[in-house]
């Protein structure tokens, strides 16, 4: 049952790891993804909102009566009052620009890690490079340009506006122009605004896998591209220029924090799996044993008891109310009924047995007796008829000489076929004395072969005394009727004996018939048959002793010393009983013995079985009446009990316990 | 049957000893020639009765197995000799049992005399009597028995019938 449920617990364990792997494991990858993509969208709107910002501060300076009239060469001094360094540093652009309509740079400073330099080292804005007419001439009052510029400083945000008047009407003066470079610093600012772990890469000097950036650059819009490590989930967007052209990689670093929590809860779920379903074998495996297991456990040894012992008065006798109760219950009946059903089959074959054997002796013997018979009685009549002849008067007249010749010759004759007669006779004599002789062998033989059969065993059955003394009680003829009383003790229902059932029950019979009819004898109007039990250990082995006592005719010492001898009877006429003798034998087959005494003629008499004590079955009835009971019974009047009957034995008295 | 024929008797037993004793005790056996002269001497120098040693009364026949008793009687009533006595014994194994042959034969003969001798039958006497009837031709007698006055029994009963 164990390994069982230990199989049971693996295999709830490994299907759990399937479901837990298969199902919550990707979810949580999945919503890492989620996560990894809002990181990079996050970045790029991040991104998107610094150019506009960038617009709006364009926006605001453009449309200014002093730039419009700067950049149509009426206000010089707006330059030195407006456009210095701290103005530049307050509004966060690295590049601010003033073109007239013709595209001539009017004003301009670049800041390069706070330094002043060259805007033409920006190698883009030149007027005659094609690529910047976007962003130097504007032909209408609400043109507006921006974007990102790969220059040949790095990476730069743009945004550029005609300048015209503060109430935003032309003519267009020029254009303003102002920038920021895509640098260290703009990244750790990206990084602390988005909360996302940043990484770009310039197209074509990139660190990235070609095959990855070309598979980055080519998916389509509002479709990322994921790479995954053990620690991060690297999602990819591109940024284009002003141009439309593939210019930049954002890389949005996100740790896998979330596939981390998603492994500590599969692996969580499955350890609590593991561990609830280990308590609940536990508990399972304990409630199976208490409820299931040990009962069937006791129900199994019981039957390998039975079996072993043989024993059907054995019971379970469980006081449970379930199945397992209702099913021992069952086979307590079963054994009960099976019990009695043995107990009649024994009966049964023990009866037509000796049926069987008496027709089969009888016309054995008697079959063997015929001829015997019949060689006799032919004999007889031979002998009869040779001892009728009439020799001696024959040979009377032989001897007279008066005799005429005629009748001598025949009387001649006729003593010789008289002597030739007798000597036949002899002769079948012989024969039928040999047929008698193997006859009577043959009596014999069959004899000895009873008496083979007659060393048997019988069959042992443990027996409870009330039932064996209560059937055998019946063979008293007038029960029921006043006079006579059978008293057996009470509690006699509490001592088994090992004995052969129909043997004991004739013995008890015989012992109480005997009773009843010393009673009879005694010629009381009133009389008491009292049968009573006790335990008694002799020789290191359990025995119970039954007695049969009566207030009848008793005996005499010297009747006591032959009673068990064959053919002894002390009743006038007819014998109803089968003999002391026969039931002395019948206990030693059974390893008993039996025992007899009286106080004297007319003072009634009590026999003693000795029987090997049985087991008591598991009777919900009570404890076995032992000791209790012993040392009530053990010591009779004029009687020695226990080792000192065994001493008796041992020392030979012949009649204090006959052995058959 | 006149007084001077012989009585015809079938007898089934499986003890070859005792349907020996049977053919003894009913003088199935030649008389000896000593033994004729002798009764007819006797007879003739001292005027007395021949004696029944002498005198042979039955005409035996003899079997083992209740089968070959049936077969015995049917040959006996087709060739116009039926059987006067069928004795039987009433435990005869391995064959049939002397009951069941006894049934049959009487349906072969209802005049036949059937006799049984058994030294044990679980058999009952009204259970015979049913199966074998009528009554009044039915005997039972118990082995041992002395066969000669089985004999004079049997001769009685043919007499009587």
Not at chain 1, 61 to 89: I, Q, V, Y
Request: aromatic share 6%; with cysteine; charged share 25%.
């Amino acid at each position: 049952m164990s390994v069982t449920l230990l199989a049971v617990i693996a295999s709830m364990g490994l299907l759990s790891y399937l479901v837990l792997s298969t199902t919550v494991a990707p979810a949580f990858d999945n919503l890492e993804y989620a996560s990894a993509e809002k990181n990079i969208v996050r970045v790029e709107n991040a991104i998107q909102n610094d150019l506009q910002n960038l617009s709006a501060i364009v926006g605001d300076w453009a449309p200014w009566d002093d730039a419009h009239a700067f950049a149509r060469g009426e206000n010089p001094g707006f330059p030195k009052s407006n456009l210095d360094l701290p103005t530049m540093d307050n509004l966060a652009v690295d590049l601010l620009t003033i073109y007239d309509v013709d595209g001539k740079v009017l004003w301009c400073h670049l800041l390069r890690g706070g330094q002043k330099a060259d805007y033409e080292s920006l190698g883009i804005l030149n007027s005659d490079n094609p690529q910047s007419a976007a962003l130097i001439y504007h032909t209408k009052l609400d043109s507006r340009v921006e974007g990102l510029v790969q220059t040949a400083l790095g990476p730069m945000q743009l945004s550029s506006q005609p300048i015209i008047t503060s109430n935003k009407t032309g003519p267009i003066a020029g254009t303003m122009l102002m920038g920021r470079f895509f640098n260290a610093e703009t990244k750790a600012a990206l990084e602390e605004r988005t909360e996302v772990s940043l990484t770009w890469h310039v197209l074509g000097d990139s660190a990235l896998d070609a095959a990855l950036e070309e598979e980055i650059v080519s998916a389509t819009p509002h479709s990322f591209t994921y790479s995954v490590t053990d620690r991060e989930v690297h999602a990819f967007g591109v940024l284009s220029d002003l141009y439309g052209k593939p210019m930049m990689i954002l890389q949005a670093n996100t740790p896998r924090q979330i596939s981390a929590l998603g492994n500590k809860t599969v692996d969580g779920a499955l350890l609590f799996l593991l561990g609830a379903g280990l308590v609940v074998a536990v508990v399972t495996w304990f409630l199976l044993r208490r409820i299931i297991v040990l009962p069937l456990e006791r129900l199994a040894n019981h039957i390998t008891g039975i079996r072993e012992s043989g024993d059907l008065s054995l019971r379970l006798n469980e006081s449970r109310g379930d199945e397992l109760g209702a099913l021992a219950s069952e086979f307590d009946k079963m054994t009960l009924e099976v019990h009695d059903a043995r107990r009649q089959l024994l009966d049964q074959s023990f009866k037509a047995g000796k049926a069987d054997t008496a027709a089969e002796v009888l016309h054995n013997i008697r079959n063997a007796m015929t001829p015997l018979i019949n060689g006799i009685d032919r004999l007889s009549k031979n002998f009869r008829f040779a001892s009728g002849l009439r020799v001696q008067q024959a040979t009377e007249e032989l001897a007279n000489a008066a005799c005429q010749a005629d009748r001598r010759d025949k009387l001649l004759q006729y003593i010789a076929s008289a002597f030739s007669h007798i000597q036949k006779t002899s002769e079948d004599a012989i024969n039928d004395l040999e047929v008698a002789s193997r006859q009577a062998r043959q009596v014999e033989a069959i004899l000895s072969d009873q008496e083979r059969y007659a060393n048997v065993a019988p069959v042992i059955e443990n027996l409870e005394l009330q039932a064996i003394v209560e059937e055998a009680a019946l063979v008293i003829p007038h029960k029921d009727q006043p006079g006579v009383v059978v008293d057996v003790e009470e509690g006699l229902d509490h001592f088994y004996v090992r004995a052969h059932r129909v043997g004991l029950v004739q013995v008890l019979g015989n012992l109480i018939l005997n009773a009843y009819e010393s009673i009879e004898r005694a010629k009381c109007d009133s009389g008491t048959i009292r049968v009573t039990a006790s335990h008694e250990i002799i020789d290191g082995e359990a025995m119970v002793r039954l007695t049969v006592s009566d207030s009848g005719s008793g005996f005499a010492e010297d009747v006591r010393n032959n009673m068990f001898q064959r053919g002894f009877s002390s009743k006038e006429g007819h014998q109803r009983g089968l003999g002391l003798h026969w039931c002395a034998n019948s206990l030693s087959n059974m390893g008993g013995r039996i025992a007899a005494e009286s106080k004297g003629p007319g003072l009634g008499a009590a026999f003693h079985v000795l029987l090997p004590a049985g087991g008591v079955g598991r009777r919900a009835d009570g404890p076995r009446a032992s000791e209790k009971t012993l040392a009530r019974q053990s010591s009779p009047a004029g009687f020695r009990a226990g080792d000192a009957a065994a001493d008796d034995i041992k020392e030979g008295l012949p009649s204090e316990y006959a052995t058959g | 049957m006149q007084q001077d024929e012989c009585i015809r008797v079938l007898i089934a037993d499986d003890d070859q000893h005792i349907l020996e004793c049977y053919r003894t005790a009913f003088g199935d056996r030649e008389v000896d020639e000593s033994t004729q002269t002798l009764s007819t001497l006797e007879a003739e120098l001292f005027e007395s009765p021949t004696d029944s040693l002498a005198r042979r009364r039955f005409d035996v026949v003899a079997c083992s197995q209740g089968r070959d008793a049936i077969s015995l009687a049917a040959e006996a009533t087709r060739t116009g000799k039926p059987f006067d006595v069928v004795i039987h014994d009433v435990r005869k194994p391995p064959g049939i049992d002397g009951v069941e042959a006894g049934s049959r034969i009487r349906q072969l003969d209802p005049e036949v005399e059937i006799v049984f001798v058994t030294g044990f039958s679980d058999v009952t006497m009204s259970e015979l009597a049913r199966r074998v009837p009528p009554p009044v031709k039915l005997h039972y007698f118990n082995k041992p028995l002395s066969f000669m006055q089985l004999a004079e029994s049997v001769a009685d009963m043919v007499r009587a019938g």
